[in-house]
């Protein structure tokens, strides 16, 4: 009994010592989380492909957009900022230039003709409300947009904090296969990887489920080939038997003229004589160089199975929206590559916008596995 009694005490002691350890170690990882989110702005944001990377706090925002108005006005660009003039008085404070931003409250606000906007707002719905502002007024239309968001802080906050998920656990036996596997992993011993694994996964499921539509697969932004060979090859190994046009300057990106999609102007440059040696033992393939806007005329006759949207600017993916959706056969898929990509808010304004105005016609589809955004033609009847 008393041996008992100073155990159960002795326990009690230890177990409240070990709660203190516990706790240390708590206080100890907690520090290490909140030194690291206290990095210097600047320094976290070095040496990092910023247009496509998330960021972490107000202040790594602010300096994000500094550093993109910086060489703007030290370079002698009037620059205008639409947003709230606290914030456009700390962005002019670490721009540290003598040139004074001007700022607009709202577009409309806007009376001269700039070179370059930029937007103080990272609220997702708020970024992409002024980018369509700015894209319907032709004073604007032409400039430079530059943001951020934050996507982070909005639409997938649930998902972020409740999922518990890792991704690669989903399991289908249709589709996780080892033929899958292989055919990413030949794809990558000859073409430059770009059609991320998530994409190819989400394109494949497609093609098959159109393989008894009628129609062709239509690629629209090929650049060097990956998507394309994966779907060629797909094709072989598969036994589907479709013609298949891949669109793309093969060159360079297009020259854009509208704002919203200059910031890809001089990009994507690619060798065609090498894309064209790529795709010779496939006989369904047909490259077809340009702009698409220009050479899908051509095709506009042909049914369409499957398409896949891959050309990040608003003014294509417009026109694809308006021109290429009459020929996809009823029950074929539309895919849009770049659709979730933060910075693609020019993909996200043009096929929001159709499927506003066509939701009858299409059913809609937004993946959050790979950020890809789908259609489906209905029949006739609705289904
Ligand atoms: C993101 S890349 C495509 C990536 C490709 N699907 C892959 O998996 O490698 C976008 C391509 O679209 C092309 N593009 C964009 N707009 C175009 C247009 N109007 N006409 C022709 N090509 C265009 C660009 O030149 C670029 O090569």
Known sequence: MVISTVLRKLEGKLAKNVTDIGLIFAVFMLREKLSINKRKPMEALQNRNLTW?????EDEWLHFMARICKPIVEGGQELACIGDMHIAAKLQKLISSKTSLSLYARVSDIDAAFNDIVILEKDPKKVEAIVKALLENSLTMSASVHFKMDVKGCANRSLAKHDIFKNIDFYSSRYNSQEFDNLYEDSLKVVEKKCQVRDAQFLLQALENVRYVDGGIFEFGSYRGHSGWLLSEYCVRKGISKPLRLFDMFSHFPEESLGLDKMWNDTH????????????????????????????KKYRNEAIALALVDCDSYRAVDYLLHFMLPSVTEGGIILFEDYGHEPCAGVRIAVDDFVQKNSRNYKSFFCAYSGMFMLIKNTVDGC
Not at 53 to 57: A, C, E, G, M, N
Not at 270 to 296: A, C, R
């Open 53 to 57: 990377q998330q960021l972490f706090s």
């Open 269 to 296: 440059f690619v060798d065609f004589e090498h894309i064209k040696t790529m795709f010779l033992p496939y006989q369904n393939v047909s490259l077809v160089q340009g702009d698409f806007t220009e050479t899908y």
